[in-house]
């Protein structure tokens, strides 16, 4: 298909063709004799996704970012237009929200101006947060090599000590029927979402690293793959009966956590449960306590890989759990690892 057929089946102009053409977003073939553009079907899908993520206000350089792998597949792109909808979605819910407060305040005869600010700063700091998470470990790079990385044994300090006994834990403690949807966040290469397949549930898995998602697809075909994160889950509210999620939260800061679990909440289906499996401690005394003993061994190892993480604070996670009306359950495997479930409660339940 030339570039005037293409203009037109995608109402667009050949001069923004051109424009994408020429900031490398699209490489159609030219024709030997007369050099005029060809696109085939892999191009036109390429140059709709383009158009899209423009029409929501994505600029060249983030589009160009997002679709740095010309080898991508249909699916591929269509997974990167649904994140970035869903991130567009959150923020405008978020701004909402915001804009609902100062109404209500003002409707009561209250001042805003003195919230005014606070609550601009606060819209401000949310917003970044959604959106400016980064995976400083690059996972893409570890995908095809994750599940034979996986040591139970032989280190001097090894973080997936009872990793199995997690895993399984977890599947135990989530109830779910033929046809209940579990969603699993930081799927990975699928090694605890697959569990539930043999339920009969649905499992969709979010991951924000397409190498992870490629490989738990390969493994898993019947596990559906998303690419997103905690902070902006590309699912819709109340859609899930489970959320379920292991060694991935200690990647979030404590404030991000907390975004997180209300990102959680608002996905999450009346009366659904919450179980995660990590890295985390049992409060601040108990993280003071283990690291003052790595110090006092001279276990570098141990220190080094701590610091390099965010292990949890979980009386804290549990804490905004139970303010949340969730009742709590906890499970500790070893002085780093533990488990908590939560399961939501409705009104006039209790």
């Not at 605890?192 to 924000?208: E, M, P, T």
């Not at 890295?279 to 006092?296: A, D, G, T, V, Y």
């Not at 604070?313 to 549990?318: E, K």
Request: aromatic share 8%.
């Amino acid at each position: 298909m030339y570039i005037k057929e293409v203009a037109k089946k995608l109402e667009t102009s050949t001069r923004t063709i051109r424009y994408y053409e020429e900031k490398g977003l699209i490489t159609p073939a030219k024709e030997e004799n007369n050099q005029y553009r060809f696109f085939n079907d892999e191009d036109l899908i390429r140059l709709s996704t383009i158009l899209s993520l423009r029409e929501v206000g994505l600029p060249v350089e983030a589009i160009h970012s997002l679709l740095k792998d010309k080898d991508m597949r249909v699916e591929d792109y269509l997974n990167v237009q649904r994140g970035v909808l869903y991130e567009q979605w959150l923020e405008l819910k978020d701004m909402i929200q915001t804009l609902d407060l100062m109404t209500e305040r003002a409707g009561k005869g209250d001042s805003v101006t003195n919230d005014l600010f606070g609550l601009a700063k606060q819209l401000k700091t949310l917003k970044a947060m959604r959106k400016n998470w980064q995976d400083k470990w690059n996972f893409d790079s570890q995908a095809h090599d994750y599940d034979q990385s996986i040591k139970m044994h032989g280190y001097k300090f090894n973080v997936h000590q009872d990793y199995e006994t997690a895993l399984n834990k977890v599947v135990e403690s989530v109830h779910l029927r033929p046809g209940d949807i579990c969603l699993d966040i930081g799927i990975g290469t699928g090694n605890l979402g697959s569990r539930f397949i043999v339920s009969g549930a649905k499992v969709i898995g979010v991951d924000q690293s397409e190498e992870m998602l490629a490989v738990c697809k390969e493994k898993h075909p019947e596990i559906e793959t998303r690419k997103g994160h905690f902070l902006a889950l590309p699912v819709m509210n109340m859609q899930v009966d489970a959320i379920v999620s292991s060694y991935a939260l200690h990647h979030l800061t404590d404030d991000e956590k907390l975004l997180a679990l209300e990102e959680m909440d608002r996905v999450l289906k009346r009366r659904g449960e919450i179980c995660i499996a990590d890295l985390m401690f049992l409060n601040e005394e108990h993280r003071q306590h283990i690291m003052q003993s790595f110090r006092e061994e001279g276990n570098v190892e141990a220190i080094g890989a701590i610091e390099d993480e965010y292990y949890a604070d979980r009386s804290q996670l549990v804490d905004w759990l139970q303010k949340h009306d969730y009742t709590v359950e906890t499970h500790q495997f070893n002085s780093i690892l533990s488990m908590i479930y939560a399961r939501k409660h409705v009104e006039n339940e209790r």
